[in-house]
């Protein structure tokens, strides 16, 4: 699934091409994709004109001219290109945005889980969301403090989408070892330092991985990115650590994979 990095990417690659844009009209190959109505969705963006594009943890959020903010979530292998419209449509493409210059944004999603929505009370879906981990506002102290009352494992917590926003299985793979933390490590033992080591790892291994335009994994529709050359921990199961070289394990930790090194993380 595209996480925190891959989606500041796809959002950075798409402001050019789109932010001044008009939406003309919406051809719809999946309408499970699209969370209300086609004939509603044609009609209401029809002539509205992006006017910023930003990410919101891992959904990307369309500033449009009017009440409206169109909203998309990758889900496992969503992408979203901008094609000239006579270009050839791909055998994955479900949702296409026909723009005012020619041109159109094209949802592709090989196994249809990504979701499309237009709304005029965006709160009401993205404020439930947890801090940015990239926010310059978001401080150390604030980090220590999502933890009071927390006494689940580490690594489910990260992934919760309503503690920290954008995290997702690669990124507190590779933070959790840089932390030297066992990601089935109960939340209620870490210490102070211990949750100041983790805010500036995942800090760190976001930054580095969009400046390498995030991850890209064999048979995923997300590719162009670099991070996958240095990963630590994550995929690299019976390969040996980095640091010990003893063998990289790999866990199941509740409905998700973990990658760890026994010596290496406590």
């Not at 009352?149 to 840089?178: H, T, V």
């Amino acid at each position: 699934m595209p996480e925190l990095p891959e989606v500041e990417t796809v959002v950075r690659r798409l402001r050019a091409p789109l932010i001044g844009r008009t939406f003309e009209d919406v051809r719809v190959e999946w309408e499970r994709m699209v969370q209300l109505p086609v004939l509603e969705l044609r009609t209401r963006l029809s002539g509205q004109r992006v006017q910023k594009i930003a990410r919101r943890g891992k959904y990307l959020v369309f500033r449009l001219t009017g009440e409206d903010t169109l909203i998309f979530h990758l889900k496992m292998t969503g992408d979203l290109q901008v094609f000239p419209a006579d270009d050839a449509f791909h055998q994955h493409d479900r949702v296409m945005f026909s723009l005012d210059n020619g041109h159109q944004l094209r949802f592709r999603d090989q196994r249809k889980f990504g979701r499309v929505y237009l709304t005029d009370t965006p709160d009401q879906m993205l404020g439930r969301l947890g801090p940015e981990p990239l926010d310059e506002a978001f401080t150390e102290h604030d980090f220590l403090a999502l933890f009071n009352g927390r006494s689940g494992r580490i690594k489910p917590l990260l992934l919760d989408q309503e503690f920290i926003a954008g995290l997702g299985n690669i990124y507190a793979d590779e933070a959790l070892f840089l932390t030297g933390i066992r990601p089935q490590r109960r939340a209620s033992t870490l210490t102070d330092e211990d949750k100041r080591r983790l805010y500036r790892a995942i800090r760190q291994v976001l930054s580095i991985a969009i400046e390498q335009n995030g991850t890209s994994l064999p048979d995923e529709t997300y590719q162009g990115g670099q991070y996958q050359q240095q990963f630590l921990v994550y995929g690299r199961e019976d390969q040996p650590c980095s640091r010990c070289d003893n063998p990289i394990q790999r866990i199941q930790l509740g409905q998700r994979s973990a990658h760890f090194c026994p010596s290496c993380q406590h």
